[in-house]
């Protein structure tokens, strides 16, 4: 099996990771409205399904293979992807985007453990652990900060910790089976395929009605998400984790959740306090430290 070989971030890797932080920023804002048309498991398994439609259509253009060989990691992958997905849908249905935010991209701390016994030449050295701990620092300020602090409750919080625990799954998954030399649009195939048919069928489980209040607007929100966000972000996330450090790449994702909170801030009316500045600083030093040759 020949492992791709990755490299340090450039320019190019600066601004693509920059553009997915602002669209995975917005995603969870569009997770928080679409629960209000659709029951959160069922809506993630209909993105699932119209986002395999669009990218098998893509795939079969480009002529590009599902690698159906790969079945076993791929299964694997999906259910580790339906996991990620359904907990952070779910935190999203009973706690605010920037604390679900917050937890979820979180995930760097347990890639970054999982890299330093996996990964060769990615161990955590004084200076990136240093950086980690003030990233993580900024995500909690932002936390700490938000309004509304009677908002949710522990089993949000547990189900956002979970799903970026599945996600960082996802990605050691990828980096250290055959799955990573599969194209960026396989990988996702397997994932979009897998929760299409496990979210959906497992709906009804996690509570009824499975459609809330879904309109013209839901519609919308249900197509950016399964073409902007899943075949488009996580197509360019998976290009990303087999070109550069997976660490390195994760460590955007801290982010993420200052981007919610300004969004949830605009459209949402949710607090944004005096300790979002400082939060982040820390998120920005954070990542220089991270990403220092």
């Known amino acids: 099996m020949t492992i791709p070989t990755r490299r340090p971030l450039d320019t190019q890797g600066f601004w693509l990771m920059l553009g997915l932080a602002l669209l995975f920023g917005a995603n969870n804002l569009l997770i928080k409205l679409g629960n209000e048309g659709l029951q959160p498991a069922f809506f993630a398994g209909v993105r699932s399904i119209v986002a395999l439609v669009f990218l098998v259509l893509w795939m079969r253009l480009r002529g590009l293979s599902p690698r159906l060989e790969l079945w076993g990691v791929g299964v694997l992958a999906g259910l580790l992807f339906s996991g990620e997905f359904l907990f952070l849908f779910l935190a999203l249905d009973h706690t605010s985007v920037v604390r679900a935010s917050s937890l979820f991209y979180a995930m760097p701390i347990w890639l970054a453990l999982a890299a330093h016994f996996l990964f060769p030449g990615e161990r955590l050295t004084p200076k990136r652990a240093l950086g980690f701990v003030l990233g993580f620092s900024g995500v909690v300020l932002t936390v700490a900060g938000r309004g509304g602090a009677g908002e949710g409750g522990i089993l949000g919080d547990l189900a956002a910790i979970v799903a970026g625990m599945c996600w960082a799954g996802v990605v050691v998954v990828s980096r250290k089976t055959r799955f990573g030399t599969a194209s ?38 249900l197509v950016v998400q399964a073409v902007g966000v899943v075949c488009l972000g996580f197509v360019t996330w998976f290009w990303l984790i087999g070109k550069y450090y997976a660490s390195t790449v994760a460590s955007f994702s801290f982010l993420t959740p200052v981007l919610s909170a300004l969004l949830g801030w605009l459209v949402l009316g949710e607090a944004v306090t005096w300790v979002t500045p400082v939060a982040l600083v820390l998120l920005v030093a954070g990542l220089v430290l991270i990403n220092r040759r």
Do not use: C
């Not at 960026?184 to 069928?201: D, G, P, Y």
């Not at 009824?208 to 919308?220: I, K, M």
């Open 184 to 221: 960026a649009e396989a990988q996702i195939f397997w994932q979009v395929l897998v929760s299409a048919v496990l979210l959906t069928a497992t709906a009804p489980l996690f509570g009824l009605p499975l459609v809330r209040d879904f309109d013209l607007t839901q519609a919308v929100m």
